[in-house]
């Protein structure tokens, strides 16, 4: 195996932060901007965004949520109003001051002193407040709620270390804002969209995730209740890959969102709010990523299959074409994962083999490379990009007829989706501890040695307030954190290593980005 | 005719920008943000906006352009680069100079001043300039040319005077970026993308237009051509709903765009943008709404047919549902201008009668109106917005057999897309006037007196400079403006009556939003 020259510089193993931003840039998906700490998404990059983007809206549309825009700017008071919420934002907001630029006599430009505003605006770093006055204007009886709307948008925070993807000053994201009656009801859509990301994550993303509850320290600022979907990275640390909040009656009071009841009462409406971003596909690059480059699952792959026509600048490159062209057709008229397949034939100039690299590292599904051989005798070479090297250490092409390929593609394509979903369940799952009953224990496996220490899941007594506290401490001081509690875990027996109590509840603690 | 009580309470005839306002917020389409010169886009408004960008990006994808995305804020130094283009923004951008809020002491919040940015950054009024940047790094040889991108995005210009989707402070649009190795090159895509436009606005939007090149005085800053779609609203004034500019090698000599060409030696790339806003919804409204709403031509709009079920809170309503149901799931199941028919089945409590009356502000193309009596006699009762009205001033309702309109409904559809087109171009075409042969006449034709005075078709010599200035003033006094030179008109004769020179060719002048 050592015998194998992978497409990148730099493995897993080597250096994890090094070889994801060298997937980024070798895959073509997004560079630094010279704007600090936003980034360019490129057309690969966007096109996976693009691909959750329509997934995820569908999923959206189909809840019964309307999409909406709002304002990019939003004025300063909003944020006073909801003092627990600015207390958490307060620090990393992009403010503006000034609303024309003049010459400042030396070639360059500044803002003009006389175009300051008289009262700031900041860039939305989330949409509560500014969702949440229109909402008061919206909702006036039980016959308007549940209000249930959603906005794809750009926000921004002020972020001081930033990392392609994972954490930029300006992200892209989905940020649904939804009203209701009562508790219950709002619960009952946190609930929902928790579902719908985990499933998503799952589905779509082939992602494993663990959906729960994130512990008091961890909740959104001011929610009364925060759940997240966490995903583990290939070098066992989690991502949070999504949140939802129950946000009480707090929001809903500061913004005046109430309604008449049936018994003509005026109450304060129950609010939600839930979001992913672009996060996300930094979520996908660390979960199937390897030493050639990005994989990328199917269902969200811009193409799904790639022909390579191996053109030689002669007479036969016409045939040659058409015998793609033909294949193309066969594969565009079948249907994969619930839509029809998605195919490039790359007509660029340049020679197939340099060619197929660049699509290797991009993390197409499939690679067809077709020669003039191929064309005469109907058939195709097929690479597999999750199984991308033989036992010789070459690129495992394999021979098949073009009629008996096109036929199967569909079958082909869904079980690449499913294969990369198994392959990261087992890693993430093989990489689960359960057996540390001490914090001594928990200290020795997260020791500066061990380079994947993974996720360790616990007992715990569900401490809050000021005990809480001391144990987020103790955690901090191990550079881990608090995951969430799983929905689904079993009743929790034993001993919370942390407060000494009886544990009531599971939780997974983790190194984390 | 005077019977009729229509759902506005303000005709286009009274007052056309009271009736605009009123349409749009009728049509729950949008409103006021409380933030200055920026809108909320309401579900209505923006499900348009969705099916708007859905379809032009099926055109820009066909036409091999990539999307991507860009930074929200530009660094000043940007803009200095390029001298003229700022010339042309400078005077309207949101300068963000803090990235940090603190507490003032007095509850309130203020940018914090340790936080000041040493350079402020500009959000984005458009995106050259970033977009340069990111272009000068991936253009290296002349294999890699044409470079076709483009991107959805918000942007911002202050203004001063605001109108709902017309001009806003924020909006959203698309920017198309591309460069090439020569002039013939992005001439050919300027005029592409022109083409692309004008297929658009007279395709699913229903709005005739008239596409060419405008003056030099109305090119786009830094441009050496700007192209333009041109609409006539209702009140006889012209709506510019799209352009697109060849920038010449301006751009790319300020962002260092250029390439090795086959002989090795550096040139300078040819670049393009075009454009189109949440400004082409006005055009929509101004040129489709009557005084009962809004009228959505059926390609844009979200629901093409609303079945409303005439509920009693009975027994009955059960079997009632089932029937609706039914029809609905036959209608989906038809394609009409090449797409499955789109039919809500609105089930919201709430007198059907009411419930029609909002359906007719937002425009709906057809709307069922389905009780008990139908359901037995497997009828159903269908209103067309395009012909709302019967003889005796009453809603103009069609009888018919169930299996008879299902099985005609895409024929009705697409009979009503292009039945808006032509009653549009019909009232566009007898607005255009061509007898103006002195500037008397041209005043006496745009005198206070008349209402709707239309466009008017002159002669032109095509001045330039000193001269296209001095014409440009007596326009002005008349509150005129040119809007574009037709790229498809009959070679031009006589006199140019602002200059006495031989025309050369032909151009429009009209009142603008």
């Given amino acids: ?41 490129r057309p690969w990059g966007f096109g996976i ?73 900041v860039v939305r770093p989330t949409s509560e407040t500014v969702i949440g006055s229109a909402m008061a204007r919206w909702v006036q009886s039980w016959r308007d709620l549940p209000l249930l709307t959603n906005q ?39 609930l929902r969209a928790l579902e719908m990301y985990r499933e998503f994550a799952e589905g779509p993303l082939a992602m494993p995730v ?16 925060t759940y997240s979907i966490e995903a583990m990275m290939q070098d066992g640390k989690a991502l949070q890959a999504g949140t939802t909040h129950y946000l009480g009656t707090g929001f809903a009071k500061a913004a005046g969102i109430q309604y008449q009841d049936k018994d003509g009462a005026q109450q304060l409406c ?82 197939a083999t340099q060619k197929r690299w660049g699509w290797v590292k991009k993390g197409v599904p499939l690679i067809l490379e077709i020669g003039g051989r191929d064309a005469a005798g109907g058939q195709v070479s097929v690479l597999r990009r999750d199984k991308l090297w033989n036992e010789k250490a070459k690129a495992n092409f394999q021979a098949k007829s073009k009629d008996e390929f096109v036929a199967q593609a569909s079958e082909e394509i869904e079980e690449i989706q499913r294969s990369l979903f198994e392959e990261a369940r087992a890693k993430r799952d093989a990489n689960v501890v359960r057996r540390i009953d001490s914090m001594e224990a928990l200290k020795e496996h997260f020791g500066e040695d061990k380079r994947y220490p993974g996720w360790v899941e616990l007992g715990w007594s569900r401490a809050t307030g000021a005990e809480l506290e001391d144990v987020i401490k103790q955690l901090k001081a191990l550079k881990l954190t608090f995951r969430n509690t799983p929905a689904d875990a079993e009743p929790a027996s034993g001993t919370c290593i942390f407060t000494g109590k009886p544990a009531v509840e599971t939780i997974y603690v983790a190194r984390a980005y």
Same sequence: chains 1, 2.
């Fill in 1 to 41: 195996m050592s015998a194998i020259r992978h497409a990148l510089s730099t493995t897993r193993e080597d250096d994890f932060a090094q070889w994801y931003q060298e997937v980024i840039s070798e895959a073509e998906m997004a560079e630094e901007s010279g704007v600090r700490g936003c980034m360019v998404i």
């Fill in 270 to 351: 129950h609010t939600t709010s839930w979001g992913v971003s672009t996060r996300l596909i930094g979520g996908v690059i660390m979960t199937h990523g390897d030493d050639d480059g990005l994989r990328v699952p199917p269902q969200i792959a811009p193409h799904q299959i790639v022909i390579l026509p191996m053109l030689r600048d002669n007479d036969e490159d016409e045939a040659l074409l058409a015998y793609c062209e033909e294949i193309r057709r066969g594969l565009c008229s079948q249907s994969a994962l619930g839509e029809p397949v998605r195919v490039l034939l790359d007509k660029r100039p340049g020679k």
């Fill in 152 to 190: 794809w948008a750009n926000v921004v925070r002020w972020e001081m270390r930033t990392r392609m993807f994972l954490r930029t000053s300006e992200f892209l994201w989905q940020e649904g804002h939804t009203a209701h009656a009562d508790r219950e009801g709002a619960m009952e859509e946190t």
């Fill in 49 to 121: 965004w693009e691909r959750i983007q329509r997934l995820m809206d569908d999923r959206i549309k189909a809840a019964g949520v309307e999409n909406c825009y709002f304002p990019l700017f939003i004025p300063l008071e909003y944020f006073a109003r909801e003092a627990e919420h600015v207390e958490g934002f307060a620090k990393e907001m992009a403010v503006v001051t000034h609303h024309r630029l003049i010459a400042d006599g030396k070639g360059g430009l500044i803002p003009d002193p006389e175009a300051k505003l008289e009262e700031p605006l």
């Fill in 210 to 225: 663990i959906a729960g509850e994130k512990p008091e320290n961890e909740r959104f600022p001011g929610a009364v209740a």
